[in-house]
């Protein structure tokens, strides 16, 4: 078990090779469930981002949902998120309602996940409202070590408006439950965002903290 967990822990190490260049930054993400009935439950999230290595605070959001159990493997949820950015001039407002589409199952003791989203983002400033599609997949490994277990993740980010890639996120980190209910964890996220017609690579260090009720 132990040979595993370190095997995992490597896949940190190619992440960490890409990372001497681009800006460094850092987001708190925070996640809470409450259980209405067997079928229905309320999700939110929020998140706080620093950027210019570590020196700027430039992004902000909190959402809430009500989600929906489809079959044992299946949800969808109907969610608002508000977001603020500062892009140095102060802060400006984007309004996001979307739609989630979740899929978790399991191979070989390995718990995976896979999200679909479709959101809707308009822009209270002089910029285009958008259509943008993403797909995240994650991947949370059995292989513990006084209770801390690896994860794997990607994501990738579609705009309507640009009908190409936008951004994609790579991330890898650790994860522990200390109480029943809560689960923590912190990790290292490579994105690479396309600015213009050129790709830029940013790094940020991830923590995280999730409720379920």
């Known amino acids: 078990m132990t040979r595993r ?34 079928k229905w439950s309320v999700l939110s999230r929020s998140q706080v981002t620093l950027r210019d290595d570590f020196s700027e605070l430039y992004f902000w959001y909190v959402d809430a949902g009500l989600a929906y159990s489809l079959a044992p493997a299946w949800r969808v949820e109907l969610a608002y998120r508000h977001a603020e950015w500062n892009f140095g001039s102060g802060w400006l407002t984007e309004r996001r309602p979307m739609v989630n589409l979740d899929w978790m199952g399991k191979a ?68 522990v439950k200390p109480f029943n209910g809560v689960k923590l964890k912190a990790g290292y996220r490579w994105i690479a965002i396309r600015v213009g017609d050129q790709w830029e690579n940013r790094n940020q260090l991830v923590t995280g903290l999730a409720l379920f009720f």
Request: glycine content about 8%.
């Open 5 to 38: 967990f370190l095997a995992a822990l490597a896949l940190l190490v190619p992440l960490l090779g890409t990372a001497a260049e681009g800006d460094w930054g850092y987001a708190q993400i925070n996640f809470v469930k409450a259980g209405l009935t067997e």
């Open 108 to 175: 070989k003791g390995v718990r995976l996940s896979n999200q679909t989203r479709l959101e809707y983002r308009d822009f209270q400033w002089a910029r285009e409202t958008d259509w943008r599609f993403r797909n995240r997949t994650r991947a949370d490994f059995p292989w513990e070590v006084l209770g801390v277990s690896p994860f794997l993740e990607e994501e990738f980010f579609v705009g309507y408006n640009r009908g190409a890639l936008e951004m994609n996120w790579l991330s890898a980190g650790l994860q």
